[in-house]
């Protein structure tokens, strides 16, 4: 499944984001006081969300690890 849709689908290839009229005027003013381009702040906005996301995944399963090999000592400092 994933060769054909990679055969079908060209992933570089650029999408349009339909924003409303108050978002779009948020990214305007956002690029321009960072001095770069709309589509810049939004691919580092992507880029920033998605690297969050993964940092937490990473904390989830570390913290699932946590609480089974130290239930014991998480217990007694509940108490």
């Known amino acids: 499944m ?9 992933f570089d290839m650029a999408f349009v984001v339909k924003l409303s009229p108050e978002d779009t005027e948020a990214l305007r003013e956002q690029a321009a ?4 381009s ?3 702040v939004a ?5 920033a969300r998605i690297a969050a996301d993964r940092r937490a995944a ?3 399963e570390l913290y699932d690890v946590a609480a089974v090999e130290d239930a014991e000592l998480l217990d007694r400092l509940a108490k």
Do not use: K, S, T
């Open 33 to 36: 006081r960072e001095h770069r």
């Open 58 to 60: 990473v904390l989830d």
């Open 2 to 10: 994933r060769d054909d849709r990679e055969r079908r689908y060209h």
């Open 43 to 47: 691919v580092l906005a992507i880029q």
């Open 38 to 40: 709309m589509h810049e």
